[in-house]
């Protein structure tokens, strides 16, 4: 676990605090030496990134470093989340394998995040791989940390153009769903999506509702709910929908794991069978699909992927050697469980005859 940004390692050189703040090593000697006593945006700039990297005059440490640490740091918002439990589980064992360390710090929150990578780039680490939190707005200040190592985000809406991207590819995530669900003669379908306060919720949706005509499929407005990925919104959305008269969706596709877990709660309550009456699919693969009864459909993200890719980029160098970052969407895999086990379309369930029989 990386120590706290309270007790800084100061090895960042006067190089370091430079190509942050955008100038000259000159200059940032005169602006840490008191030789430049205008009170500017430059000065204030370099003052900003100093402090940022803990870097002051009497340094001498970072002289007796090498250039490569052989440490790579990771920023995590909760390690207990599914994405961020996973890729640390499959990060460790690939980082050791390549002669490095991982350093692991964590931020539930933009402030937090930043002073744990400040913390990091004290320690020079090689590169940084972030997991933002959720809402996370633009950090400017990673794009000059970008000049001086590589930088990897993970999911979530882009932090800074100057940064590696990897995430999961919405678009495909919800064709996958429904090709499944159309697969399994599903033809009206309810979608939970979460808060529509992000790209990825907003680009969920929007493939949604404009790839069911495709598939013969179609959905009410009342059969489409947002909110937070809770077992009691699932359960409210599901009950109020499922309990109300008139007509109903045969599946229903879930934010999470979570909420499909409140759905099939509301639905055993009414005696609404899964998945004869309706089918239903989570998102995350997580441990809830094993524990709920029937065990539970579910989009598993590309993890094992997404890392592979994270230390590709990683061990190529930061962004700013290259014309533009890397951008990359990995599609999930959707594994299917009882919740979504009807006959398949054009399937039988008659025997066959035995061969023998004239």
């Given amino acids: ?69 052989h440490l790579l740091g990771l920023v995590l918002p909760d390690p207990h989340q599914a994405l961020a439990a996973g890729l640390l589980a499959e990060l460790e064992p690939a980082v050791e394998a390549t002669g490095r360390q991982l350093l692991v710090g964590i931020g539930p929150d933009a402030q937090t995040q930043h002073d744990r990578i400040a913390a990091m780039a004290a320690r020079k680490v090689d590169g940084l791989v972030i997991v933002p939190p959720v809402n996370a707005q633009p950090d400017h200040e990673l794009e000059a940390l970008a000049k001086l190592l590589p930088i990897v985000q993970i999911s979530g809406t882009v932090i800074s153009s100057r940064i590696n991207w990897i995430g999961v590819d919405q678009s495909a995530a919800v064709q996958i769903t429904l090709d499944h669900l159309s697969a399994h003669n599903a033809s009206a379908v309810a979608f939970f999506g979460d808060n529509v306060d992000s790209d990825d919720a907003a680009e969920r949706y929007t493939t949604f509702q404009t790839s069911m005509s495709m598939r013969n499929m179609d959905s009410e407005p009342a059969w489409s709910t947002f909110g937070p990925n809770t077992v009691k919104r699932g359960y409210d959305d599901a009950m109020a929908l499922f309990a109300a008269p008139g007509r109903r969706p045969d599946s229903i596709i879930c934010s999470s794991d979570v909420v499909a877990a409140g759905a099939l709660l509301a639905l055993h309550e009414l005696t609404v069978q899964v998945p004869e009456e309706v089918c239903v699919i989570g998102a995350g693969d997580t441990s809830t699909t094993q524990a709920v009864h029937p065990t539970l459909s579910s989009l598993r993200p590309p993890i094992a992927s997404m890392a592979k890719e994270a230390l590709r980029l990683i061990c190529k160098g930061p962004a700013g050697k290259r014309w533009l970052p890397s951008h990359t969407a990995f599609p999930p895999q959707l594994i299917e469980r009882e919740s979504t086990a009807t006959p398949r379309f054009g399937s039988s369930d008659m025997e066959v005859p035995d061969a023998d029989l004239s």
């Fill in 1 to 69: 676990m990386i120590p706290d940004s309270t007790m800084p390692v100061s090895n960042a050189s006067i190089t370091d605090v430079a190509a942050m703040a955008g100038v000259s090593t000159a200059t940032v000697s005169r602006v840490i030496n008191g030789q430049r006593t205008q009170d500017d945006s430059i000065a204030r700039r370099v003052l900003k990134a100093a402090d940022a990297l803990h870097y002051s005059a009497n340094n001498a440490a970072s002289t007796l470093r090498s250039n490569v640490t």
